[in-house]
């Protein structure tokens, strides 16, 4: 699943591509807005970038154009616009597609398809690389962690605590350097956590609970919009009482 992002100063065009989102069940939506300003400051204050921001060209304050030049290294830009003559340029920044509004919910699904095939066989690694290296406390010792078996990343001011079912480890590193490396079941629910939602056992009001930990951390108020839609793609909900 792709997470994206809609950018547009204008309300219709949000609702009428978030109607797109929600019936490509490849698409997982973190969140939209009418202020480029504001959605990035949403992006860097949780050091965190959707897979495809879709985003229009024409804004006040800051143009797609602008931004794009800020986030295109960070996330799939794909730009949404009424104008046929940005194309060019658009181009020529590298990003992923350009959809002339309005357009159809078969072009929209082709580029995301486009952008999906591009993502995975980048994120294509080899077979058996399911772990990776941390240095440890002791100079010149490097330590082997298989993703599997790690519960939960804790920062530490400069380090972090990498925190295994049998044993926790200390690293000189910051949680946005090993968040980039780690596959998506790890999820940051604050500016001091991230967990490994394989391994999560339950939740409780706003703490997350993992196996084998009697006590729970708590998601930060920041991160409580992406944990919900986290939740809503994996929640089974009767529908029996809905009329």
């Keep these: 699943m792709l997470t994206c992002y809609v950018i547009d100063d204008e309300s219709h065009a949000i609702k009428s591509l978030v109607s797109y989102i929600h019936r490509t069940p490849l698409l997982h939506l973190i ?4 202020d480029p300003l504001q959605a990035l400051a949403y992006f860097q204050e949780k050091s965190q970038y959707p897979d495809i921001t879709f985003l229009d060209i024409e804004m006040p304050q800051l143009s797609g154009l602008e ?18 003559n940005f194309a060019i340029d658009a181009f020529e920044m590298d990003i992923s597609d ?74 000189y590193l ?3 350097e090993i968040e ?29 609970f ?11 108020s920041s991160y409580k919009e992406a944990f919900t839609e986290f939740m809503k793609t994996h929640l089974i909900r009767t529908k029996r009482f809905n009329h």
């Design 180 to 208: 980039e490396k780690f596959p998506p079941a790890f999820l940051r629910i604050s500016k001091s956590f991230i967990v490994n939602t394989d391994k999560i056992s339950h939740l409780e009001g706003d703490e997350v």
């Design 174 to 176: 910051t949680l946005a």
């Design 98 to 171: 350009y959809l002339l509004k309005p357009f159809s919910f078969e072009r929209f699904l082709k580029c995301v398809n486009k952008i999906n095939e591009r993502i995975a066989e980048k994120n294509k690694k080899p077979a058996g690389d399911d772990f990776f290296y941390i240095q440890s406390e002791s100079k010149g010792k490097f330590i082997k962690l298989m993703f599997e078996e790690i519960l939960y990343i804790q920062s530490q001011k400069n380090y972090l605590w990498v925190v295994t079912r049998e044993k926790k480890y200390l690293t």
């Design 67 to 84: 931004l794009s030049a800020i986030l295109k290294d960070k996330t799939a830009i794909v730009f949404t616009t009424a104008h046929p």
């Design 210 to 220: 993992l196996q084998q930990e009697k006590e729970g951390l708590t998601i930060g």
């Design 31 to 34: 969140g939209t807005s009418e």
